[in-house]
């Protein structure tokens, strides 16, 4: 059951409006509006008619389908959960598969993406605007906020991922870890998650068990950055105490 003081976050952050995410990948960052809008062009002088050109042959779909959003690999925005779960999975097994770094970015972007369609549009609301405090270093004013997501949409992956961040920018570990792991429960590819359980298992100095989080990132995620050195690292620093 949903607190009233928690309807009434919900309440706010719509109130507010939406806010853009700040994202961790500098590929899913949107470029702003200008300060101003742009003049109108100054009309260019006359110039004397000329024969139209013939008209161009209309792309192949496979060429347009090239042309589509970085990261998708081709395939059409899911319009429906059951289209959006098969090109996750599609996703993934790229993810998985490709030697190209940039490539994976940006198939790592589009998945981020799509974790966000079934979130609804409230619930992704109180996590844009759980964001915006982070940015400002204000974990403390959006840990509410995403207590509230996780309450409306306890099946949503995404709430918990952001809500353990937030409490592992609280110094929270055991929080966060349980909120991680409620994560990967609901989705065991949630490279971010795993990315997250990783790096505060070795804050804690449970440095096997951060390993084996990181064995299974680089399986989800290879070309993730950072991933391979810290793995490589504390490998070397778990096989030195002889386990």
Request: aromatic share 6%; with cysteine; hydrophobic share 40%.
């Amino acid at each position: 059951m949903i607190s009233c003081a928690r309807i009434l976050l919900v309440g706010l952050a719509l109130a507010v409006g939406a806010v853009p995410a700040v994202a961790d990948d500098e590929l899913l960052k949107t470029q702003p509006f200008p300060e101003s809008p742009t003049p109108a062009p100054t009309p260019a002088p006359s110039q004397p008619k000329q024969a139209p050109s013939p008209p161009q042959a209309a792309p192949s779909p496979d060429a347009a389908a090239q042309q589509g959003e970085p990261g998708m690999m081709g395939m059409p925005w899911p319009k429906t959960p059951e289209e959006a779960r098969k090109t996750l999975d599609n996703l993934y097994a790229y993810l998985a598969t490709t030697g190209d770094h940039r490539q994976a970015g940006e198939i790592g972007a589009a998945i981020e993406r799509l974790w966000r369609l079934s979130g609804g549009d409230t619930v992704n609301l109180l996590i844009d605007r759980a964001e915006q405090f982070s940015s400002k270093n204000e974990s403390e004013k959006a840990l509410p906020l995403l207590d509230a997501a996780v309450d409306l949409a306890p099946d949503y992956a995404e709430a918990w991922s952001h809500r353990g961040y937030i409490e592992y920018r609280l110094n929270n570990y055991p929080a966060a870890l349980g909120d991680l792991r409620r994560a990967l429960a609901l989705d065991p590819n949630h490279f971010r998650a795993l990315d997250g359980m990783a790096k505060i298992l070795t804050q804690m100095g449970e440095k096997k068990a951060a390993l084996e989080a990181y064995d299974q990132l680089l399986k989800v995620h290879p070309n993730i950055e950072g991933g391979e050195t810290a793995r490589d690292e504390l490998k070397k620093e778990v096989e030195g105490q002889g386990i």
